[in-house]
C-alpha cells in the first residue's frame, strides 16, 4: 500500500508525495499486466515479464511448428502410399486377367481369329497399365521414382519408354532413417533392360586428381583420410593426411614430409599403385593407433633404398569423370560403334568423346531409348534399353572393336544362349536312340548340317554349348573332324560389320553354302544361321537382341504373339506373366512396410505435438483462478493506496505538534 515507511522520521512533502505516486503506479501497472493477461489468456503476454519463460516457450514454438510440418508431410505420404497400394492392386488384376486370355489360347479350342479379339483385349490391357503407371497426385507421379515432374511412361517410335530414375521420392518425414513415398515402375514393373550389364571391368588408371573417396583402396574398404607413420631411415614422422582430399594431395603431403630427411626421395602415381623411392635409407609407413592411412594406401610395409617399389593396388572406381585415356583397355580416341532399337539405327562416331559422362551423353542424345550409366559396382558401363517392347542391338562398325572394348557389344563371345531370342534361349537335341537297337545314337544328337560348295558337308552338335565362343568352337571343330581345313577351306567367325555368326566358304566350288536342320533341331533357326549363303559367306542374323525384361515387354509380346497365332510365343509370354506378378506382390509388400512405418511414425508424432502443446501451455498460459485472486488483492491494494494518499495529503503542521 501507500504508505510511508516508518524509519522515516522527517519526509518532506516532495518526497512524500512522489514515493505515494510510486507505489500506485506499480499497483497501476500490475493490474494492467494482470488485465492483459486475463484478456488474452496468456502468462507470458511479452519477454521481459517471464525472460526464461519465453525462451522456453520460442523453442517449444518452433519444435510444434517442425512436427506441424512432419505431420502434414506424414499424412501426404501415408495418403500416397495408399494410392500406390491401390495401383499395385490394379495392376495385380490387370496381370492375371492377361494371364488367363494366355493360358486360354495354349492348346486345341482356340483359332487364329479367336486369339486375334484376345489380341485386342491385350492391347487395352496395355493402355490400362500405362494409365495406372502415370497416375499422379498433387504433380507427384507415383511411379518415376526420384522423377515425380514428369508421366514416367511415355510413347517412343510405338513403343513404352521408362524416364522415370532412382528408387523413389524421400521427403522430411522427421523419421532417423528416410521413407520413400514413390516407387520405381523398374523395381515394380521391370521397365528396362537387365541383361546389357558391361561385360569388361574397365579398371581406370589411377591419376593425381582422383578424389579418396572415388577410390576402394587396398582392402577394398575406401579410404579414410587420416594420419600415418613414416619411418625414414631411422627417422619418424607423423604424416597428417585428415584434409587430403585427392590422391594427389596424399603424393605431395608424403613427399614434402619426406624430403624433410631424405631430400631425393620420392613417391609417385604408378598404375593404380603408389611407388616410393627412398635414396638414404629405408621408409618405412605405419598405421597410427586410431587410423588405417597406411594400409588403405597399400604402402603399410618397407621400401628399400636404390629401389623404385611399388604399393598395392588402390583399385580407383569408375565414374562419370574418369577420362577414356585412362582406360587402359580402351583405344583412345575411340571408334564408332552402331545402336539398333525399335526399327531405328544409329552410327555414332565416339571420337570425340573425352570422359564417361561424355558418353552417357553423346548416347542419349541419340533419342533412340538407350540409356547409359555406370554400373553400381564401379567397374563397367551398362547400355540399357528403355523400351518396352523392343529389342536393342549394339555393334562393332567397319571391323572396329570400341564396343568390345567397351563390354557393350550385345552379340559377343562371351554372350550367354540363355539370352537369345529374347530369353528363350538355343534349342538342341539330345538323348536320340536307334529306333531298331535302342542304343543311343550320335547322329540323331546332331543339330544342324554345314553343306560347302564343292559337295563336302558335315554336322554340329551343340549339346553343353553355353556361349556363343563354345558355338563357334563346336562348329570348327566338326568341320576339322570332317577333314576340312580351317580356316583354309572353312572359317565361322562373329560379323566384323554388325552381329551375327558369319560362315565362310573357302572351297570354291559351284555349290551353294548352306545350313540345314537335322533331327527337327531348332538350334540353326535360334542361332540365326539357318538358310542358303548368296556367295561364299553366309551372314547370321542378330537373335541375341536386348529387350527390356518387365511386364509391358511380356504383354506385347503375348498380343504379338496371339496377333501371329504363335502357340510357342503365347506360351512363353505367358510363363513370363508368373515373374511380373511375383515383382509387383514383392513391391506391393515394400510399400505395405513403408505405410506401416509411415502410420507409427504418424500417430508418435501426435502423440508427441500433444505433450509439446501441454508443456507449452503449463509455461505460457494463464492461471485464471489465480489471476482473479490477484486481481481482487490489486484491487483492494489500489483502493487503500489512495485512501492513504488523501488522508496523507490533508495534514499540516499543526498535525504534527499535537
Known amino acids: 500500500m501507500s504508505t510511508i515507511p516508518g524509519s522515516i522520521a ?33 502468462r507470458v503476454v511479452r519477454p521481459s515479464l517471464d525472460p526464461v519463460a519465453s525462451a522456453t516457450i520460442g523453442s517449444l514454438d518452433f519444435a510444434l511448428e517442425r512436427r506441424t510440418q512432419h505431420l502434414r508431410n506424414l499424412q501426404q505420404a501415408d495418403s500416397m502410399l495408399m494410392t500406390v497400394d491401390q495401383s499395385l492392386g ?3 488384376d490387370l496381370i492375371l486377367e492377361a494371364k488367363g486370355i494366355g493360358l486360354s489360347q495354349i492348346g486345341v479350342g482356340s483359332d487364329p481369329e479367336t486369339r486375334a479379339n484376345q489380341a485386342q483385349i491385350i492391347d487395352s490391357i496395355l493402355q490400362s497399365l500405362v494409365d495406372i503407371t502415370n497416375r499422379e497426385q498433387s504433380g507427384l507421379h507415383f511411379f518415376g521414382g526420384e522423377a515425380t515432374s514428369q508421366e514416367p511412361i511415355s510413347e517412343m517410335y510405338g513403343f513404352y519408354r521408362y524416364t522415370g530414375f532412382g528408387e523413389s521420392m524421400k521427403t522430411d518425414l522427421g523419421m532417423s532413417s528416410g521413407v520413400g513415398i514413390t516407387v520405381s515402375a523398374e523395381d515394380a514393373l521391370g521397365t528396362m533392360s537387365s541383361r546389357m550389364r558391361g561385360l569388361e571391368d574397365l579398371d581406370p588408371n589411377l591419376e593425381a586428381d582422383t578424389l579418396l573417396s572415388d577410390v576402394r583402396g587396398a582392402r577394398s574398404l575406401g579410404i579414410e583420410a587420416s594420419s600415418m607413420i613414416v619411418d625414414v631411415n631411422g627417422t619418424e614422422l ?24 631424405d631430400v631425393f626421395a620420392s613417391v609417385s602415381i604408378q598404375g593404380n599403385s603408389l611407388a616410393v623411392t627412398p635414396t638414404l635409407g629405408p621408409i618405412t609407413f605405419s598405421d597410427t593407433d586410431t587410423g588405417t592411412m597406411a594400409s588403405d594406401l597399400g604402402l603399410n610395409s618397407t621400401f628399400i633404398a636404390g629401389l623404385t617399389m611399388d604399393g598395392l593396388d588402390l583399385d580407383p572406381k569408375l ?10 583397355g580402351v583405344s583412345f580416341p575411340m571408334g564408332s560403334l552402331r545402336i539398333e532399337n525399335a526399327g531405328q539405327i544409329r552410327e555414332v562416331d565416339l571420337s570425340g568423346v573425352s570422359t564417361i559422362g561424355e558418353l552417357q551423353n553423346t548416347i542419349e542424345s541419340l533419342q533412340i531409348g538407350v540409356r547409359v550409366d555406370v554400373d553400381a559396382d564401379g567397374r563397367r558401363v551398362n547400355f540399357r534399353n528403355e523400351l518396352s517392347g523392343a529389342s536393342m542391338s549394339i555393334s562393332e562398325v567397319g571391323g572396329g572393336n570400341t564396343a568390345t572394348q567397351l563390354g557393350v557389344r550385345t552379340f559377343s563371345g562371351g554372350t550367354q544362349l540363355s539370352d537369345f531370342n529374347g530369353g528363350r534361349g538355343v534349342g538342341s537335341v539330345t538323348g536320340g536312340f536307334d529306333p531298331v537297337t535302342g542304343l543311343p545314337d550320335p547322329q540323331l544328337d546332331m543339330d544342324f548340317e554345314v553343306s560347302l560348295s564343292d559337295g563336302r558337308a558335315f554336322s554340329v552338335d551343340i549339346t553343353g554349348a553355353l556361349t556363343v565362343d563354345d558355338v563357334l568352337t563346336s562348329i570348327s571343330d566338326a568341320a576339322s573332324a570332317s577333314g576340312l581345313a580351317v580356316p583354309a577351306d572353312f572359317n565361322v567367325r562373329l560379323d566384323t560389320n554388325g552381329n551375327g555368326i558369319v560362315l ?3 572351297t570354291g566350288g559351284g555349290g551353294e553354302l548352306s545350313v540345314q536342320r537335322l533331327n527337327n533341331s531348332s538350334a540353326a533357326q535360334d542361332l540365326g544361321i539357318l538358310g542358303t549363303a548368296d556367295g561364299a559367306i553366309l551372314a547370321g542374323t542378330d537373335q541375341a537382341q536386348v529387350a527390356s525384361d518387365g511386364l509391358l515387354t511380356h504383354l506385347i509380346q503375348l498380343r504379338d504373339a496371339l496377333l501371329a497365332d504363335d502357340e510357342s510365343g503365347i506360351a512363353f509370354a505367358t510363363e513370363q506373366l508368373d515373374d511380373d506378378t511375383l ?3 514383392e513391391a506391393r ?6 505405410s506401416r512405418r509411415i502410420t507409427d511414425s504418424l500417430a508418435r508424432e501426435e502423440d508427441r505435438s500433444v505433450q509439446d502443446q501441454a508443456l507449452r501451455s503449463n509455461v505460457r498460459d494463464l ?36
Open 623 to 658: 492461471d485464471f483462478a489465480e489471476a482473479a485472486t490477484k486481481f481482487a488483492l490489486l484491487e483492494q491494494q489500489l483502493q487503500a493506496s489512495m485512501a492513504t494518499i488523501s488522508r496523507t495529503q490533508q495534514l499540516s503542521l499543526l498535525d504534527f505538534l499535537r
Open 319 to 328: 565414374t562419370e569423370q574418369t577420362p577414356i585415356s585412362n582406360l587402359p
Open 583 to 585: 515383382r509387383a506382390a
Open 238 to 261: 607423423t604424416v597428417d593426411l585428415s584434409d587430403a582430399n585427392t590422391v594427389g594431395d596424399v603424393v605431395n603431403t608424403l613427399q614434402l614430409a619426406i624430403k624433410s630427411v
Open 504 to 506: 565362310v566358304d573357302g
Open 10 to 42: 522527517r519526509v518532506p512533502n516532495l518526497l512524500s508525495s512522489q514515493m505515494m505516486l510510486g507505489n500506485l503506479t506499480r499497483t497501476n501497472t500490475s493490474l494492467l499486466n494482470l488485465q492483459s493477461q486475463l484478456a488474452t489468456g496468456v
Open 90 to 92: 490394379d495392376i495385380n
Open 589 to 594: 509388400a515394400e510399400v505395405g512396410v513403408r
